[in-house]
């Protein structure tokens, strides 16, 4: 079973930064963040596939950039610009997906990591 561990959250004031990461135990074809959402479940928010492919759901609209280490086994996700909408748990996920995109099911979760975003 792949493991994920994300890290890097935090709190900030609107309009600030934060750099996530995900380190995968193992290389995954897909991976991806999603957060939660307010009305329940995990919204996505980008996917990255092995050739470093990114897709993004439209909220994110140039804020957000995901890369990919693969010698690392590692996805970032560089949060610009955030707002307080953007206050959430960010979580990692990964699968053997083709196409890769954020509205894939993924069966492999990390533990998430929280950001907090202050007007």
């Known amino acids: 079973q792949v493991q994920l561990v994300e890290s890097g959250g935090g709190s900030v004031q609107a309009g600030g930064s934060l750099r996530l990461s995900c380190v995968a135990s193992?290389?995954?074809?897909?991976m991806a963040w999603f957060r939660q959402s307010p009305h329940g479940g995990r919204e996505g928010v980008a996917t990255?596939?092995?050739?470093?492919?990114?897709t993004y759901v439209g909220f994110v609209a140039g804020r957000f950039t995901v890369s990919r280490d693969n010698d690392k086994n590692t996805i970032y996700l560089q949060m610009n610009n955030l707002k307080p909408g953007d206050t959430s748990t960010y979580y990692c996920?990964?699968?053997?997906?083709?196409?890769?995109?954020?509205?894939?099911?993924?069966?492999?979760w990390g533990q998430g990591t929280r950001v907090n975003v202050s007007s």
């Open positions: 996920a990964a699968g053997a997906l083709i196409p890769c995109n954020p509205w894939r099911s993924f069966d492999t």
């Open positions: 990255i596939d092995k050739l470093g492919n990114p």
């Open positions: 193992e290389s995954i074809l897909c």
